[in-house]
């Protein structure tokens, strides 16, 4: 079923209910969502016994069934309507034509296009989440909102999924098991949305970072390194500065505006242009793995999904435009090979046009929009347009991938751009000598490295598959007798490139195995007595199935095929 029409009726129901306990609370905006809907506040800081009366109050107005009626009305008419309510006459100033439309339900009245359900009774059940704090219509410089989220369903077996699902979720918080793993810190001194990676993060950031190295190296790019910051001269020449300036960094030296790189397309123009290019060289490919930093607005940052300083595998392509459709077809391939291959995750496809907010010429986007549609049609890929969410400079394919939850996650984004070339006047000579333009593809496979690796930890739960695990196996001596056998097996393990610790602690065996297990450990090997002896180890794996008489030679061999082929 589409929910999106169930959800914005059950948001009005949530204003209304609001309404009748609070009077003075002024409305803001209340739509649906990805999952749910939420309605926003002013003039109330919601507590927890707040929502309960609230989500009371709107079982009552459902039991009610008051009908959902549709209106249109004069501006002045909606003006005198909703004299007490400021921000609805912000909302209603620009909006454009003489005519708006509002709904009814019951005694409450809310300025809105719709459309909505026949009556509030077709509302089965419904339960509010949670309140955020969120600036008005986003903007900082806004009054501060009170955002009640809330989910509703036809169904009860609906909604007590979706409510196990988002106990599991919090399970696997990425922050709390971030904490618990050791992975990451966010420290108020250093600020927020600035994340530091621990040793264990580091190593998962390593392993994200060799896979793609492999991935580059399988598709002939070749990587460089840019500098951070860069006068903004170059930022206005890429477009960045117009169309994206709120969300960088600015800083003057000596009269001389600079900015933090939020964008590394800019940089690796610099190095194609850096000498002559024939047709025979392209298509030129670089790749990157390069820290931006971009302004976000502080209640949307949340740990590593969100953030200001984000590490991205960038890569740009320099083609022709007879190349487009191949080069294309490679990373469409190559996406899908990681993300489903490696991370047997399910995966849609996006194909994202021409934005509000633009550079460019209509022509140049229906070409370049073209371009897209067509690689995609010819593979036979699967697509759902998005109008209006490409990049500013160009269309976008997006790949979503399903984790284990069942949550959809942007991940991957393939972009054509025939306008950065425009703006910095590439070249290369043709076959028959005259000078032509080539077409650039920005490509980034997982994106940001931070969002990515906070997506995996949910993912996996933190219990990642042995080639992207921390720490791949602990070493667990009985007693202290077993810990020079113990030591000599963990040097054997370390000497082959395996990540493995040694608990050489004097605790019990049952405790050190349950602390292996809390940090998610793959394996175990435990030496005891026996184990020397017969120059042998018992392996235990997540699961707490046992193996003994094991052979280390043989485990180590098992071991490092598992992590080779990147097996789940």
């Known amino acids: 079923m589409d929910y999106e029409v169930y959800w914005h009726s059950s948001a009005h129901v949530l204003a209304a209910a609001v309404k009748r306990l609070w009077p003075d609370v002024k409305l803001g905006i209340g739509p649906a969502i990805e999952k749910g809907f939420y309605y926003e506040f002013y003039g109330r800081t919601f507590s927890k016994e707040d929502l309960e009366r609230i989500e009371e109050e709107m079982r009552k107005i459902i039991k009610e069934d008051p009908k959902f009626i549709r209106k249109e009305i004069s501006k002045k008419e909606a003006e005198k309507l909703f004299k007490d309510e400021p921000f609805k006459l912000e909302l209603l100033r620009k909006m454009e034509g003489e005519k708006v439309s509002i709904y009814e339900t019951g005694d409450f009245v809310d300025l809105c296009k719709g459309p909505h359900l026949r009556s509030a009774g077709e509302i089965k059940h419904v339960k509010l989440l949670r309140v955020n704090a969120a600036y008005w219509l986003g903007d900082e410089k ?23 699902m988002l106990e599991e979720a919090e399970k696997r918080d990425h922050r709390k098991i971030g904490k618990q793993l050791d992975l990451f810190g966010l420290y108020e001194l250093v600020g927020p949305g600035l994340p530091i990676l621990h040793p264990k993060g580091m190593t998962i950031r ?8 492999e991935v580059n190296d399988r598709l002939d790019f070749q990587e460089v390194y840019t500098p951070h910051v860069a006068k903004c001269e170059l930022w206005r020449r890429s477009g960045h500065y117009e169309a994206y300036k709120e969300n960088m960094f600015i800083f003057k030296v000596n009269k001389e505006e600079w900015g933090i790189k939020a964008m590394n397309c800019p940089f690796h123009i610099q190095v194609y242009k850096s000498r002559a290019r024939s047709y025979r060289d392209l298509p030129v490919r670089y790749s990157e793995f390069a820290t931006v930093y971009r302004r976000e607005k502080s209640g949307e940052l949340s740990g590593l999904l969100r953030v200001i300083s984000l590490t991205q595998d960038d890569h740009h392509i320099f083609a022709r435009e007879d190349q487009i459709k191949e080069e294309v077809e490679k990373l ?10 490696i991370f047997k995750m399910r995966v849609k496809v996006k194909l994202s046009t021409k934005p509000e907010k633009h550079i460019g010429s209509d022509e140049i986007w229906e070409k370049a929009t073209n371009a897209l549609k067509s690689c995609l049609e010819e593979m036979k890929v699967e697509y759902e347009l998005k109008e209006g969410e490409g990049a500013f400079y160009g269309p976008k394919i997006d790949f979503d991938a ?20 425009q703006r910095f006047e590439l070249e290369y000579v043709d076959k028959d000598g005259s000078k032509r333009r080539p077409v650039m593809i920005h490509w980034a ?10 997506v995996m930890i949910e993912h996996y739960a933190g219990k990642f598959p042995l080639w992207l695990s921390p720490v791949q196996v602990r070493v667990l001596p009985i007693t ?10 963990w040097g054997r393990l370390k000497s082959k490139g395996i990540r493995a610790e040694l608990d050489d602690s004097r605790n019990t065996l049952q405790y050190k195995i349950r602390e292996a297990q809390l940090q998610k450990i793959p394996y175990m090997v435990i030496v005891g007595d026996k184990e020397e002896k ?14 003994y008489g094991i052979k280390l030679n043989d485990f180590i061999k098992d071991l490092l095929k598992k992590i080779e082929e990147r097996s789940v």
């Open 142 to 164: 806004n009054p501060m909102m009170q955002r009640i989220y809330g989910i509703s369903f036809k169904t009860k077996k609906e909604m007590e999924e979706f409510l196990r």
């Open 206 to 213: 390593k392993e994200l970072v060799k896979l793609m190295r």
């Open 332 to 341: 469409v391939r190559a996406s899908i090979d990681v993300l489903k291959g």
């Open 402 to 421: 399903m984790d284990s939850l069942g949550r959809w996650w942007q991940l991957t984004t393939i972009q054509l751009d025939f306008f950065m070339p």
């Open 445 to 454: 496979l997982l994106g940001s490295l931070e969002r990515f690796m906070g």
């Open 480 to 489: 202290d007798r077993n810990v020079n056998y113990g030591r000599k097996v």
């Open 534 to 547: 017969g120059k042998s180890i018992a392996v235990r794996d997540r699961s707490g199935k046992t193996k």
